[in-house]
């Protein structure tokens, strides 16, 4: 496995692969991996024949007041995780290779709709700067299959509406949220959590568990589901930032007739913000 800091020697290596028929995949990380990033590659393995993994901890999806600087850069324990895992190749840019001209003025990705409220609305900015590092990617390393987590899935969903717009060739594939065996999402962040906290966070999967109990038993008074849910999530020790129910494909609110709902949450433990989703059947 090798490790690539820069795109012209990226290119040189895919095109060599490229010539052997090789079938290209790609799994953009920001690094700190955990089981859930490595699930992801195997995903990607089982579908192409040579895997890609980036690691860049991109600013342009940081704001002002979020964990930029402190974000975890372990490239070295991730780059022995991953040849674990069997991966073909590491890509780990710096910021100027990225952005050689800077960000000030850089050509910006925004997709509309889809990004706009959840977390588009506690993040400003946030879904331009993660559409234009993944369609630099895209086009850099111009994979068959590009591999994304549900955890994140309004991030998915914003990828997924911006490849099919640009008629971006890479097939970008969902993989299933990786959990802790008390049910809490794998995350790069739950490392911040205090003992305590970390205590008290699967109570943010119990909750969405609830609402999906009471949607399946058929209640459907939406806001009154919500409310009450969002209440318990204040008196186990959360912060709620969302609640929300959509409608899983478009993300637009539920309505009557929607039979395909997700239940999408972010809170805040301390100053970690965990984020969590639940899928859920009404037909």
Known sequence: MNTLHSIAQLRAALARARQENKRIGL????????????????????????????????????GANEDLDSYPRTLAEDQRKLLDAGAHMVFAPNVSEMYPEGMDGHTLISVPVVSEGLCGASR???????????????????????????KDFQQLAVIRKMAHDLCLPAQIMGAPIVRAEDGL???SRNGYLSEEQRRIAPHLHQTLQQIQQQLESGRRDFPA????????????????????????????????????????????????????NLRVSLA
Request: glycine content about 6%; cysteine-free; overall charge negative.
């Open 185 to 187: 999402a794998l995350s």
């Open 225 to 276: 589901i919500i409310e009450e849910a969002r209440l318990a999530l204040v008196e186990a020790g959360f912060q709620p930032d969302y609640l929300d129910l959509r409608e899983a494909e478009t993300l637009q609110p539920v309505a009557a007739d929607t039979q395909d709902v997700v239940i999408l949450a972010a809170a805040f433990l301390g100053t970690t913000r965990l984020i969590d």
């Open 124 to 150: 400003p900015g946030h879904f331009n700067g993660v559409s234009t590092v993944v369609g630099k990617l895209l086009n850099i390393v111009q994979p068959d299959l590009a591999v994304f987590g549900e």
């Open 27 to 62: 799994v953009p990380t920001m690094g700190n991996l955990h089981e859930g990033h490595i699930a992801l590659v195997a995903k990607a393995l089982q579908r192409t024949d040579y895997v890609v993994v980036s690691i860049f901890v991109n600013p342009l999806q940081f």
